[in-house]
């Protein structure tokens, strides 16, 4: 099991000084592991993973997803993930904090505005055309050399590129197909407002009812307009927030069953223990013996 003390990286660190920003090769990474995977953990800053020619796989709070030529992954703070590459894998990762977007003068709600980022178990990663792929190469070529330059207003530069960098990446998504300009707005947005509200409240608010009576619609509406969008009802969206910050806590805390299921909501233990069950296949003491192999 990863050591708890080194597996959640409280500050962003390049060559043993704080960063609020940091750009590197997978090349430089994988030469820095000697070629071996790294062990699951978390950050509390922005990560993102352009795979140029790399292969293997990218786990992400305990989803598996391939990792292939020219597709980019976009993590969120507080999400776990490891890295599992073939050998001689190419691309980008970049590392930034909230503080550095205030800094470059880029608003708190411009990363919650675009469609990369996610809180929970939803992260795919955005596949790139050829076409994309060579609009975006000259501004991770651009943010490398200004990180490693270190001349004046460096980091100016490295956050007017990483804001077009982002801007083009939120322009390839496409989750609200509808011809219907009004309805696509209004979906994302009970869509977004939900997800922030169950972000806050999951651990006090297990039914679709409080979420519903908060955004003043009804639980079917809501139901069907999460459904028709993410591909899943808002009670299991709800559920798989509560199942993946319990395995997230068996990781990375001490604690037991029955303070995690106090901790998320549940004052019963043995409710608890049944609600992880039915939801992962296994009682939660399997589930952390396997992450302990």
């Not at 178990?121 to 200004?146: C, G, I, N, S, V």
């Not at 990446?169 to 009004?182: E, I, P, Y």
């Not at 969206?237 to 990781?251: G, S």
Request: with cysteine; charged share 25%.
């Amino acid at each position: 099991m990863p050591d708890k003390n080194k597996i959640y990286n409280l500050d962003l660190i390049y060559d043993d000084t704080p960063m609020p920003f940091v750009i590197k090769t997978m090349e430089e990474i994988d030469k820095q592991l000697g070629g071996i995977a790294d062990n699951p953990h978390r950050h509390n800053y922005y990560t993102v993973i352009w795979s140029l020619k790399a292969t293997g796989k990218h786990i992400i709070d305990f989803r598996e997803y391939p990792i292939l030529p020219n597709h980019v992954f976009f993590v969120s703070p507080g999400q776990v993930h490891q890295i599992i590459t073939d050998v001689n894998p190419t691309g980008y990762v970049i590392l930034f904090t909230s503080e550095f977007l205030e800094r470059n003068s880029i608003r708190k709600d411009f990363i919650s505005n675009l469609k990369l980022f996610k809180s929970s178990d939803e992260t795919p990663p955005l596949p790139l055309t050829d076409k994309m792929a060579d609009t975006l190469k000259p501004f991770t070529d651009k943010m490398l050399t200004a990180f490693h330059s270190k001349t004046d207003m460096f980091f100016d530069i490295i956050g007017a590129y990483l804001k077009l960098f982002l801007i083009e990446c939120n322009g390839q998504c496409s989750l609200f197909r509808d011809s219907n300009t009004q309805t696509i707005e209004v979906g994302k947005t009970l869509v977004n407002n939900f997800k922030t509200l169950v972000e806050k409240n999951y651990s006090r608010w297990h039914q679709v009812k409080y979420y519903a009576d908060t955004l003043n619609v009804t639980p079917n509406y809501l139901n069907e307009v999460i459904r028709s969008t993410i591909k899943i009802s808002a009670k299991d969206y709800i559920q798989n927030r509560l199942i993946l910050e319990a395995k997230r806590m068996v990781i990375f805390t001490e604690r037991s069953g029955k303070e995690i299921g106090f901790e998320l909501g549940f004052e019963d233990p043995s409710h608890f223990s049944k609600f992880f069950k039915t939801n992962t296949g296994q009682p939660l003491q399997n589930f952390k013996d396997t992450i302990a192999q």
